[in-house]
């Protein structure tokens, strides 16, 4: 549907003054529609739209009447985006009928927005990580309690420079929301309303400015001692020895947590595993044993656990700790976290921040510690991100020049 605006030089009156018509083209067929009380001399008129007059002119409204030229295109555009979200058939009955409707506008054009956002995640499910939806799920979730307890109607055009500062401080203020998990909240957002603007759900593009926020955070690692000593501790309990030996084996592969659950028999060969990653949908991903992992396989060769024992997130992030703390991985660890310029620092025992994720951050650590190439570890671990990884590799040179304090000391 193209719109344009045309002079009715027809109907040109005594002093000059002609009128305006709006013609649209809709499938081949013309749809015209005088612009009521609009009226120019042709010599203002240029592109479309009315030009200023000279300054030894009488004023000729020129503001007054693009702006209604500017709205009445608008509302043609809003009209078309409503039939076209809305299944309906445009027609010329139709188009003149919600362009004299004074109430058509674009507050109640546009879909809802929360009924959006859960298209968006049906939609992405299939393609996305399960850990990604459930970040989707979550954002959403948060977005409805600032709505419900700000009293802040979210709509598509509602998501403004206002929005983004009310939501800020909600977040800081109400839920004592670290700055990290907000860059999150935000990019969850941002990420909807571009999918949404690429489907016609609105025009507002407010929501590129809003910022994310991201400080560094330490990376919780065990030491090689520390790995070592959990490896070979005898639990009593056949419950924490098999978390352990699960945890251990992240810590000798570098899988990813949701990687080790869906690991099946068939994905064990001789002198390696091969899977398909999760998170990254990288197929048939290669990576070789060492002699550490291919014991914990070996000892569960036999068993109804093969190849692994498994255990949910949430009780496997509970009972890793309670492993951590019975060998005496107890290191005084000092936290700094941000909610927004507020700094809170914590000094908690090593144990109490172990959970799945940090099996993968032992591997990569230690890998580089003991002298393996990063372009060697990047390929197992599948890192994109070159700035997270760059982290491990400065902590590795750190432990190095430690080491070679040792001469020092001589």
């Not at 067929?29 to 009380?37: G, L, M, Q, S």
């Not at 020129?62 to 295109?73: A, R, S, T």
Request: net charge positive.
């Amino acid at each position: 549907m193209n719109t344009s605006f045309i002079l009715r030089k027809d109907k040109i009156s005594k002093d000059g003054l002609i009128p305006i018509r709006l013609l649209i083209t809709l499938d081949g067929e013309r749809i015209r529609r005088n612009v009521k009380n609009v009226k120019t001399n042709i010599k203002f008129w240029k592109n479309q739209r009315i030009k200023p007059n000279p300054k030894n002119e009488s004023y000729n409204f020129h503001i007054e009447y693009n702006k209604e030229l500017d709205e009445l295109e608008e509302k043609v555009k809003l009209i078309y985006r409503f039939a076209l979200l809305n299944n309906i058939t445009l027609s010329k009955e139709y188009v003149l009928n919600k362009l004299e409707n004074n109430t058509f506008n674009s507050n109640n054009i546009a879909p809802d927005f929360f009924d959006s956002y859960h298209e968006f995640i049906e939609t992405n499910r299939s393609s996305k990580a399960i850990g990604t939806t459930k970040k989707y799920v979550s954002t959403v979730n948060f977005i409805k309690d600032f709505q419900n307890e700000t009293g802040y109607h979210v709509t598509f055009d509602s998501l403004n420079i206002e929005y983004y500062e009310k939501f800020r401080d909600y977040a800081f203020g109400n839920r004592n929301t670290l700055n990290n998990y907000f860059g999150k909240l935000i990019t969850g957002t941002k990420t909807f309303m571009n999918w949404a603007f690429e489907r016609g759900y609105h025009s507002n593009l407010e929501f590129k400015k809003f910022k994310t926020v991201q400080n560094d955070i330490e990376v919780i690692y065990l030491t090689m001692d520390e790995l070592m000593l959990l490896y070979n501790f005898k639990f009593e309990s056949k419950r924490l020895e098999h978390v352990r030996d699960f945890y251990c084996f992240g810590c000798f592969t570098g899988l990813r947590f949701s990687d080790l659950k869906q690991l099946k028999k068939s994905n064990v060969f001789n002198d390696h595993i091969r899977l398909n990653i999760q998170k990254t949908k990288t197929i048939d991903h290669t990576i070789p044993l060492n002699k550490f992992a291919k014991e914990i396989l070996e000892k569960y060769s036999d068993t109804l656990y093969q190849p692994l024992p498994a255990i949910s997130g949430q009780k496997f992030n509970q009972y890793i700790k309670e492993c951590c703390e019975i060998v005496g991985i107890t290191t005084s660890i000092n936290i700094t976290r941000y909610i927004g310029n507020r700094r809170i620092d914590k000094i908690l025992p090593k144990y109490q921040l172990i959970t799945s994720h940090t099996a993968r951050k032992t591997f990569v650590t230690n890998s580089l510690v003991l002298g393996m190439k990063e372009m060697i570890v990047r390929n197992i671990t599948g890192h994109k991100d070159d700035k997270s990884f760059r982290k491990y590799v400065e902590i590795a040179e750190d432990f190095k020049k430690e080491e070679m304090n040792i001469w020092n000391k001589i």
